[in-house]
């Protein structure tokens, strides 16, 4: 609507600042989400297709998060804006459906690795409650609440006090052996690596070795470093930097927070993320990128492309900067907090 009415575009200058970093997890044909509640994290290599386009040819420089650092670091301001592309978590699709369409427009992008989910030490474990729910008219927590799942709503219900009972409760640590004991009661598979949609180290080096691509960190266990210790926080994000560096032969500059909300990464994650000497850290928090943001480059904000809406105007009118405000209560600049 926004972007109809002309008000995005004669915001765009004052909200829309240097540019944006988009968010995207899943890129596939079929965006399927068994009950729903995590479709928002696909879209389809079709959308990703004309959001490219589209931004082309309004003359948007793409770049890489690299180049977006330099940018940001020197303030200057341009004609152009800037749009990096940031993909979350390394989901086998960006290889097979994102990848082909980076490709075909020239357009750098960021893949944020969590070396866990390839080596099986950690569990994408939104999908697998999803599954489980899906399949089960009833699941108990071992020690927990219980949730009666026969009928759709019953069972969104139960994935929604389920990932609260996950993120604030139980702690970090806590919630891999709880869902594994969970799904064995269920005689359901957990965590077997094949069963994860995640690249593996062969396809990270395959897709990493084309210099469209930036590999970053994103914690090994994608733990909320906000419920961890300062000094496992910070080991956190050295060991997932060490492992990808091992595995790919570059160690990744650039590192986003697992979950990314203000719940999850505050100052004190990005000043860590800084010390460890990651030159960009991004946040889930909604925002565009302004020359404010040189002393802010480890909680950066990102526009997500909501897989819900895959309609083009709604990722233009975010991009614009002009829902921005709305988002963050008037703050331009989204601190870390
Ligand atoms: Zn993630």
Redesign the pocket.
Known sequence: MAWHSGLAQGTRNRFGGLGSIIML?RVRRDCISPLGVTRSLSITPKFLDEILASLRSEGTEFVSMDEMAERVKSGARRDRRFVAVTL??GYNDNLNHAYPVFQKHSVPFTV?V?PGFIEGAAVLWWEVAEKLIAKAAYIKVPGGPEWRCSTLFQKRAAFHGLMRYFSYTLTELEQLPVLREMCAAADMMCGVTADQDVMTWKQLRQISADPLCTIGG?TVH?YNLKRLTAGMAAQEMRQSADMIGDELGKRPAHF?F???SAKAAGRREADIAAQEGFVSAVTTRHGTIHVEHHANLHALPRISINGRFQKLVYAQTMMSGVTTPIANAGRRVVQGG
Request: charged share 20%.
């Open positions: 997890h979350d978590d944020y969590a994103h994608h986003a697992p979950y990314g």
